[in-house]
């Protein structure tokens, strides 16, 4: 009889613990981890197709340019008269100045002035400048006097022009764009077309003539209005 209290005491201790371990809440459940986020590389686009180059031995040619148009006769001329030839020369307020740049004296100076200097830019100087000088047909104006016409030739002297010779005139056209010219008086040497009863004049535009003289060459005179008073 005395082993039942020791019975009876390991039965109440395990009862104990299975109360124990039944009214234990159960551990909270462990929530799942979620896998890193993995990079993903873009898909590389593909290379665009070279085109196949032609192997050549011989360099390509350079472009060739387009001739040019060609140049009709009227444009190179230059503009025609709008008037006739006498009625240019004989305008109201008209003078013409002489060009002498595009004049033959002036290259017939360059070429003696040269000779003459002997390489010496001052003495070439003084001799153009005294060729000029030596020049006096500067200006000349005609102007319709009665049934004639008459002309007047002029040397300047900086500001002021000076009378060198005047004289009657017969003017006559002759075709295409020229006038003829006959001398009936003189009042004073002619600085130009001297000792000549007859010289022909060209009027290409409306604003210019043209003289060949035996002497000096051609020589061109270009219009100036109000250059000589009346």
């Given at each position: 009889?005395?082993?039942?209290?020791a019975?009876?005491?390991i039965?109440c201790?395990?009862?104990?613990e299975?109360?124990?371990?039944?009214?234990?809440?159960?551990?909270?459940p462990t929530?799942?981890?979620?896998?890193?986020?993995?990079?993903?590389?873009?898909?590389?686009?593909?290379a665009?197709?070279?085109a196949?180059?032609?192997a050549?031995?011989?360099?390509?040619?350079?472009?060739v340019?387009?001739?040019?148009?060609p140049t009709?006769?009227?444009?190179?001329?230059?503009p025609?008269?709008?008037r006739s030839?006498?009625?240019?020369?004989?305008?109201?307020?008209?003078a013409?100045?002489?060009?002498?740049?595009?004049s033959?004296?002036l290259?017939?100076?360059?070429?003696t002035?040269?000779?003459?200097?002997?390489?010496?830019p001052?003495?070439?100087?003084?001799?153009?400048?005294d060729?000029?000088?030596?020049?006096?047909?500067?200006?000349?104006r005609?102007?319709?006097?009665?049934a004639?016409?008459?002309w007047?030739?002029?040397?300047?002297a900086?500001n002021?022009?000076?009378?060198?010779t005047s004289?009657?005139l017969?003017?006559?056209?002759?075709p295409?764009?020229?006038?003829?010219?006959?001398?009936?008086?003189?009042?004073g040497m002619?600085?130009?077309?001297k000792?000549?009863?007859?010289?022909?004049?060209?009027?290409?535009?409306d604003?210019?003539?043209?003289?060949?003289?035996?002497?000096?060459?051609?020589?061109?005179?270009?219009?100036k209005?109000?250059?000589?008073?009346?």
């Amino acid at each position: 009889m005395r082993r039942a209290p020791a019975e009876l005491l390991i039965g109440c201790l395990l009862s104990v613990e299975v109360w124990a371990c039944s009214s234990a809440p159960p551990p909270p459940p462990t929530p799942p981890i979620a896998p890193a986020p993995v990079a993903v590389a873009p898909k590389p686009e593909p290379a665009p197709p070279v085109a196949p180059v032609a192997a050549s031995n011989e360099a390509t040619p350079p472009p060739v340019a387009p001739e040019p148009a060609p140049t009709s006769a009227a444009a190179t001329e230059g503009p025609k008269p709008s008037r006739s030839p006498i009625d240019i020369l004989t305008s109201p307020d008209t003078a013409f100045q002489i060009d002498y740049a595009g004049s033959a004296p002036l290259e017939a100076a360059r070429s003696t002035c040269a000779e003459k200097s002997g390489g010496d830019p001052e003495a070439q100087a003084k001799c153009l400048s005294d060729a000029r000088g030596s020049f006096k047909a500067d200006v000349i104006r005609f102007r319709k006097d009665g049934a004639h016409w008459s002309w007047t030739v002029y040397k300047r002297a900086g500001n002021r022009l000076d009378e060198v010779t005047s004289g009657r005139l017969a003017l006559s056209e002759t075709p295409p764009s020229t006038v003829s010219v006959k001398f009936l008086s003189d009042k004073g040497m002619r600085p130009i077309l001297k000792n000549k009863r007859e010289a022909i004049i060209t009027v290409p535009n409306d604003y210019s003539f043209e003289i060949d003289d035996a002497e000096l060459g051609k020589l061109k005179y270009e219009a100036k209005i109000g250059l000589v008073g009346n």
